[in-house]
């Protein structure tokens, strides 16, 4: 079982910047594909970004695309952390966020997910 814990979040104003840690409590972190989705008020929960395991010192990333050139996925397996740098904050991006982790491989539907964190509010002020 893995436990995830998602900070960072809070109200910024459109422009501004944000960086969201997700911590994971599974010492075999680095063995697993990590996400990140959000869920907006009265909207279905969409893919925000993924990152493989890391492999010849990279580890892939992908992104979806309103989010694509200013948001950063990244991680540190010695702190068994992922983290999703925001940049250029829009109020469109108001929503939870949610990081998970995958056994199988990056993608980007929800149901190839195995372990969820409880989410993390971030909100966007115009």
């Known amino acids: 079982q893995v436990r995830l814990v998602e900070s960072g979040g809070g109200l910024v104003q459109t422009g501004g910047s944000l960086r969201l840690s997700c911590a994971a409590s599974?010492?075999?972190?680095?063995?697993?594909?990590m996400g990140w989705f959000r869920q907006a008020p009265g909207k279905e929960s969409e893919f925000v970004a993924t990152i493989s395991v890391s492999w010849n010192g990279g580890a892939p990333t992908a992104y979806a695309d309103p989010v694509k050139g200013r948001f950063t996925i990244s991680r540190d397996n010695a702190k068994n952390t992922v983290y999703l740098q925001m940049d250029g904050l829009k109020p469109e991006d108001t929503a939870v966020y949610y990081c998970?982790?995958?056994?199988?491989?990056?993608?980007?539907?929800?149901?190839?997910?195995?372990?969820w964190g409880q989410g993390t509010q971030v909100t966007v002020s115009s």
């Open positions: 998970a982790a995958a056994r199988r491989g990056t993608s980007r539907r929800e149901r190839e997910y195995d372990y």
């Open positions: 599974e010492r075999t972190f680095s063995s697993y594909a």
